[in-house]
């Protein structure tokens, strides 16, 4: 074999999917039980029946693996395609809603983002594992309300790029404010409303 054949790089057994699956699982149910403070990676590892050093060969310490635990769930969102950008919107904001509901997501998502507060690169973590992938969803709603003809191309790449940017801070803020901080339901109705405040602005929008 060569050596510049890339198999011969390879070195160690490969990542097992399931085991990853099964430590981030464990490390979501410690979260719930124990918390932030509490948790471990002893306790994590012994949830998932892996060894301790399974856990370091793959994340350095317990705020690589939490927001990992949190990324994972939030890959799950998808955009539907409801035939408007009105409803895909409604679509995404209930999709992102129920998974807010789970305690897994809830308890894990409020210490990881608590605990960045004093972390400055457990922030810049959660920005590049959770909020940058996410914005996949804005991306592609927007692509395709721009095939449908409801949302103009913008030309200039960097306003485009912020654009974006901020239509995520919107949309994620006001959901986890509504669900997290101020521990109010959102349904269809708020949804609805919400859509139609988001797409009309203050001046467009009026009592349904």
Excluded: C
């Excluded at 399974?54 to 998808?78: C, M, S």
């Amino acid at each position: 074999m060569s050596s510049t054949d890339p198999r011969a790089a390879r070195t160690g057994r490969p990542r097992s999917t399931a085991a990853d699956a099964a430590i981030l699982e464990a490390t979501r149910a410690s979260l719930v039980d124990l918390g932030w403070s509490k948790l471990t990676m002893g306790d994590v590892a012994a949830r998932a029946g892996v060894a301790k050093t399974t856990l370091y060969r793959r994340w350095a310490g317990k705020n690589e693996l939490v927001v990992d635990a949190v990324a994972v769930l939030f890959d799950e969102l998808e955009l539907p395609d409801r035939g408007s950008l009105a409803a895909d919107v409604q679509g995404v904001v209930l999709q992102f809603a129920a998974l807010l509901e789970r305690p897994e997501t809830r308890t894990a998502l409020m210490a990881v983002v608590a605990e960045s507060t004093r972390d400055d690169s457990l922030r810049v973590r959660i920005r590049d594992s959770i909020v940058e992938r996410q914005k996949r969803l804005v991306l592609e709603g927007r692509e395709r309300a721009q095939r449908r003809g409801e949302l103009p191309v913008e030309p200039d790449a960097g306003v485009a790029d912020r654009t974006a940017d901020l239509i995520f801070d919107v949309i994620a803020g006001a959901v986890v404010h509504r669900m997290l901080v101020s521990a109010e339901p959102v349904d269809a109705a708020w949804a609805s409303g919400f859509t139609t405040l988001l797409l009309l602005g203050l001046s467009g929008a009026r009592p349904g």
